[in-house]
């Protein structure tokens, strides 16, 4: 850098007031011999040493998402989530939208394919008696998903379909689980952090995983969720 002071000078430039406009100006002001001035811009943001600030996120922003609360009893939790999260329906690049479906009992994985297909991404939050499972994150296409788990789960616990059966008939459970104050708004936090992954582009912890928040506040473990043999997501296992 010593010896190119004029690529300094313009370094020096690029302080988020300057326009392209602006820079072409000043680099014709001060003779300033850097070259194609655009192309100089788009090398700088293509390798990280410089920031659109027309682009750059605000920390302060919303988390944009869509919370459903599938059944009354979930209503407690989706409202914490909506509170954290704030606005809704931020799209990705991609065109995805990320819905939170929230749920009290076991959702109907229909229910949940048809959501996934129109909505492109799910991020499926369960209460579970004083606990929280947060997850899995399933992605049409790209992500394990809540069969895999079943499965799963099925392989070590034979009487796993026969329960979820059951589950899937009832709306809800006959008595709203309570999770601790804490544990929902830990939860809470857990889900908009990973949707704020998810919406910048970056995997977040609930991709291909389950994390269960509680009973207690603080208290979390994450069990991952692997794409099964037997599951047709695993015909088209992409960006797994």
């Known amino acids: 850098m010593r010896d190119r002071p004029d690529l300094v000078a313009f370094l020096h430039l690029l302080d988020g007031v300057h326009d ?5 100006r000043a680099v014709r002001r001060r003779s300033l ?10 090398e700088l943001l293509a390798r990280g040493a410089a920031i659109d600030p027309a682009v750059a996120p605000d920390p302060a922003a919303p988390i944009a998402v869509s919370v ?19 606005e809704r329906g931020r799209r990705r690049v991609d065109g995805d939208t990320l819905v939170v479906a ?23 939050v369960r209460l579970a008696q004083d606990t929280v499972l947060v997850g899995p994150l399933v992605v049409a296409t790209r992500s394990p998903c809540l ?3 079943d499965l799963g789960r099925a392989d070590a ?25 804490l544990v929902t708004w830990q939860s809470a936090l857990l889900v908009a952090h990973d949707a704020e992954l998810w919406l910048g582009g970056v995997r977040p912890s609930s991709l291909g995983a389950v994390s269960v928040v509680g009973p207690l506040p603080g208290e979390r473990s994450r069990s991952t969720v692997p794409f099964h043999p037997r599951c047709l997501c695993s015909l088209f296992p992409a960006g797994s």
Request: glycine share 8%; proline share 8%; with cysteine.
């Open 20 to 24: 392209l406009p602006g820079l072409r």
């Open 33 to 42: 011999d850097v070259g194609d001035v655009d192309a100089l811009v788009l």
């Open 68 to 86: 459903l609360a599938v059944d009354p009893h979930a209503q407690e939790l989706a409202r914490a989530i909506g509170t954290v999260c704030g």
């Open 102 to 124: 929230v749920c009290a009992a076991e959702p109907s994985r229909d229910a949940v394919d048809d959501l996934v297909d129109r909505a492109g991404a799910v991020l499926v």
């Open 147 to 149: 069969r895999c788990a």
């Open 157 to 181: 616990d034979p009487t796993w379909p026969h329960v979820l059966a059951q589950l899937e008939r009832h709306a809800g459970p006959a008595v709203a689980p309570r999770a601790h104050r």
